[in-house]
């Protein structure tokens, strides 16, 4: 049911921001809506989702309508400071979104568009499990506004699926796909790799699998092993093993191989687009710090600098809004120190980089090594941007803590 939520001050009852909170107008706005239902948890997840065993109080056919009532709320306390702005990008994540019917996310999209309005091509994205896409869901899913389809793919192998605790069937993902197409969406598929059991050759299968689909969007994530999951303490107690670090870089290495030789360029250490027109313009947003309002149970915010985030499950969240009070468990605003560190840990992840005359101290002074262990480009440090070599992708963290020392 997802980790534990970060201290922070305790949230007002009725929403409302720090009188002092200064936000532009002028800056991009992103929506998430977080669906907190899955069938089965999977073994690896620590995302804040629920099974139906486990709701306890709260109800899935009602989720829409609670949602919709937070959004009215942000609706109110947005417009006290007068910072509406039009959605940019609006992003429907879990859990699995499409287990609800497509006519309650296209609610909780039309209550979006009449609370703050969405822009002119705003990117609008869904993501799916393969088993819950049909042709018939996904035109519904466009008719009512949403332009992008993420299938969790994950494998196309079926070990590899079951050490995952992945159910969905793995011809579906094809299906899923010329669903989405048929309905005129940009498809994006999501693949993990490093899971127990997983070969090179696994991989391999996997990534040119994912490519006979031709999607627009690759998303390909090192499998990472979280506290509380039920893989965690299957390797604790040697049922499965740990990931091979080794083994992981190398398949990072054949995905930049395989995904650049079909036309892809990375974006994002983890993510590949066919083209810059293909790539997820609302996480970007994140990587550079814009803002953006999360609903739902634990959904995280950030708005000129101030972050808040929800209580966790669905039952507490509803009770909250019902009672007319804020679903917001509590909020925060980091210090100098940390807003520089987290600027320099996630814009060194894209590939526009960091600029280098942002750099302080020990952190301007590193860029000449980091260029002479050949872990970021120097041809773009002269142009005064850090950007990560292949190299420098796979050691990330050990460029943040030389920019950061």
């Keep these: 049911m997802g980790s534990a939520l970060p201290l922070g001050e305790p949230a007002p009852a009725d929403g409302a921001l720090p009188a002092d909170l200064v936000i532009d107008p002028d800056a991009p706005f ?6 907190p239902f899955c069938r089965v948890r999977c073994g690896y997840c620590d995302f804040n989702t629920y099974t139906s065993g486990e709701l306890r109080g709260a109800r899935q056919d009602e989720y829409a309508d609670t949602l919709l009532r937070e959004v009215g709320l942000a609706r109110e306390v947005l417009g006290a400071k007068d910072a509406l702005r039009p959605a940019s990008t609006v992003f429907f994540g879990g859990g699995t979104p499409t287990l609800l019917p497509p006519g309650d996310l296209g609610r909780m999209l039309a ?15 869904v993501e799916a499990n393969p088993d819950t896409v049909t042709d018939a869901a996904a035109a519904e899913l466009a008719a009512s506004g949403v332009t992008r389809l993420s299938v969790g ?29 048929a309905a005129g969406l940009d498809v994006s598929v999501d693949l993990i790799y ?28 090192a499998l990472i092993i979280e506290d509380g999951t039920k893989l ?25 191989e395989l995904l650049g030789a079909a036309g892809f360029e990375w974006y994002e250490v983890s993510n590949w687009a066919r083209g810059a027109e293909h790539r997820s313009r609302h996480n970007l947003a994140y990587w550079q710090g814009t803002d953006w309002w999360g609903f ?35 909020r925060e605003r980091p210090d100098a120190a940390a807003r520089d560190l987290e600027r320099v840990l996630l814009r060194t992840r894209i590939r526009e980089g960091y600029p280098v005359s942002e750099l302080l101290g020990e952190g301007r002074r590193a860029v000449a090594q980091l260029i002479a262990d050949g872990l970021i480009e120097g041809p773009e440090a002269v142009r005064g941007r850090v950007v990560l070599t292949l190299r420098g992708r796979l050691l990330a963290d050990a460029v943040v803590r030389a920019l950061t020392a």
Excluded: C
């Design 30 to 35: 992103g929506v998430y809506l977080h669906v």
């Design 194 to 221: 490093g899971a127990p059991g997983e070969s090179l050759g696994d991989w391999r299968r996997s990534l040119e699998t994912a490519l006979e689909l031709e999607p627009d969007h690759v998303s390909a994530y």
């Design 153 to 181: 793919m994950q494998s196309a192998v079926p070990h590899v699926l079951a050490a995952l605790d992945r159910t969905h069937d793995p011809a579906n993902v094809r299906s899923a796909v010329a669903s989405a197409r």
């Design 111 to 125: 209550g979006v568009r009449d609370a703050f309005g969405v822009a002119a091509g705003a990117e609008v994205t």
């Design 296 to 330: 739902g149970p634990g959904a995280h915010s950030h708005l000129a600098g101030l972050r808040f985030w929800n209580v966790k499950h669905p039952a507490a969240y509803a009770q909250r809004l019902a009672a007319g009070e804020s679903p917001a468990a509590a």
């Design 232 to 256: 965690a303490r299957q390797i604790r107690r040697g049922e499965a093993p740990a990931p091979d670090d080794d083994l992981q870089a190398d398949m990072y290495e054949l995905a930049e």
